[in-house]
């Protein structure tokens, strides 16, 4: 039994770098999904982007999903040819899309110019930005300006961004299509 949970919980990759404890957040699969297996789970394409400027991606989308049909949240998926090239071409960007390797500025109206500048692949840019306050289950309401995607993963052949208040709901909402994608 500990050596079929050690299996499972091998199967994944936290990263390139064996000293690296992150998250689990690359998965490999022997399908090559497109926009269309998505679909077959009840995503609903909101807009095709260009990838001729994404290094090795064939097709991008900026999607809508959740696992409750009433409750469905704003995704980024990201199509390449294969596994090795979403890891080699797909991660650095992905991670540029969260803004999670620069520390964005306090000043308000300077934090959008800063993470626009700092993205590499300036096609829908601008829809990674949230430039809006949320209010919370309590009536308060939080300053959720910043990058829209706060965390990734990639399974197979695409690249998830995902967004959510923070990066930890954001990658639950990863890792629930993640699991909706490898067992289907």
């Given amino acids: ?22 998250p689990t957040q690359i998965y490999p699969s022997s399908i090559d999904y497109t926009v269309d297996s998505l679909k077959e789970f009840g995503t609903k394409t909101s807009h095709q982007y260009a990838v001729e400027d994404l290094p090795d991606a064939v097709d991008a989308w900026k999607v809508l999903w959740g696992s409750n049909p009433n409750n469905k949240h704003d995704y980024e998926i990201r199509f390449y040819p294969s596994h090795e ?6 991660k650095s960007v992905a991670i540029e899309a969260t ?4 520390e964005l500025t306090d000043v308000e109206s300077g934090r959008k110019d800063q993470f626009l500048s700092h993205q590499s692949w300036k096609e829908g840019a601008s829809d990674r930005w949230r430039g809006r306050k949320l209010p919370t289950f309590t009536g308060s ?8 995607y706060l965390n990734w993963l990639i399974v197979g ?16 909402r990863c890792d629930e299509m993640k699991t909706v994608l490898l067992t289907n």
């Fill in 1 to 22: 039994m500990l050596l079929v949970a050690t299996l499972i919980v091998g199967a994944g990759c936290s990263s390139d770098d064996p000293e690296d404890d992150g």
């Fill in 141 to 148: 309401i939080i300053n959720a300006t910043g990058p829209l």
């Fill in 85 to 90: 090239l979403a890891i080699s071409s797909g």
């Fill in 157 to 172: 052949n695409v690249v998830i961004l995902c967004d959510g208040i923070d990066g930890e709901e954001a990658l639950a």
């Fill in 99 to 102: 803004a999670s390797d620069i």
